[in-house]
């Protein structure tokens, strides 16, 4: 049978959380909260304590399963869930709290009803020895906390925008090569990307002042060249033979004796 007014029970839940990177400690406990006190999801959301019959109620909606519950005993998690802003002060985060059932429902009708232990009492009279085994039934809390909290960060916005800028361009040329190579219509879209231009190259030189300097048995010569045309073949001055696109204007020689 359970126990008369359990459900007036209550249980205060005390959490103490720690984010290292940020060197940031928090606790689910309002300095300025007033006491007694009894957690309430829209008037009082800051006292830590409950009642059992709110958790139960959050936890199991069935009537019947939770009168079950309080007669073979069960298994409820508590989780208290953090996310803060470190932005701003640290008193304006508050965890968000929630409530589950962990046992198999009892219309499933489990191998293992509800949740139950045993445990021994061992005692001596009159130079006799006793030992008493006692099966309990109850409810099982389990508490669960999870959190995380984040704070703003130029570098790390910084990494972020040049991440996306890298994804965007990746992708720009991964369409361009699907569309170059592997579409149907490959040879339209590179018409369109493509400009084709047809070079026809010539070769055009000119030689100006340019000085020859040779030597002789009687001393060193020099020369200057005039405005004049030839055509050049092979290196050679004055072959007859033609070589086309190069037409070259050179000016005549003139020897000039050193001792004169």
């Known amino acids: 049978m359970p126990v008369q007014g359990a459900l007036d029970f209550t249980l205060f839940i005390k959490n103490f959380i720690e984010f290292p990177m940020f060197q940031v400690k928090h606790k689910n406990m309002v300095d ?11 008037d009082n959301k800051d006292c830590p304590i409950f009642t059992i019959d709110y958790i139960m109620s959050e936890a199991e909606k069935n009537i019947t399963e939770r009168n079950l519950m309080l007669r073979h005993g069960g298994v409820v998690r508590i989780k208290l869930d ?44 009159d130079d006799n020895y006793f030992r008493a085994l006692t099966k309990a039934y109850g409810l099982r809390f389990i ?23 890298g994804i965007f361009g990746l992708a720009t040329f991964v369409c361009d090569i699907i569309l170059l190579h592997l579409s149907k219509q490959a040879r339209a879209y590179r018409n369109h990307v493509f400009e084709i231009v047809h070079l026809r190259t010539r070769l055009n030189s000119a030689i100006k002042d340019v000085k020859i300097h040779f030597q002789s048995n009687n001393g060193t010569y020099s020369s200057s060249i005039s405005n004049g045309k030839t055509e050049l073949s092979n290196g050679t001055i004055g072959n007859n033979r033609k070589s086309p696109g190069k037409t070259v204007a050179i000016r005549p020689l003139i020897l000039i004796r050193p001792d004169q």
């Open 32 to 42: 300025e909260l007033k006491l007694p006190c009894t957690f309430h999801p829209k």
């Open 143 to 165: 508490i669960a906390v999870s959190g995380k909290a984040g704070k703003f960060d130029f570098i790390t916005l910084t990494l972020n925008i040049g991440s996306l800028v």
């Open 82 to 125: 953090w996310d803060c802003n470190l932005d701003r002060k640290i008193k304006l985060c508050k965890p968000e709290y929630s409530f589950a059932r962990l046992d198999v429902p009892f219309y499933e009708k489990p191998f293992s009803r509800g949740f139950n232990f045993r445990y021994a009492t061992s005692w001596k009279y």
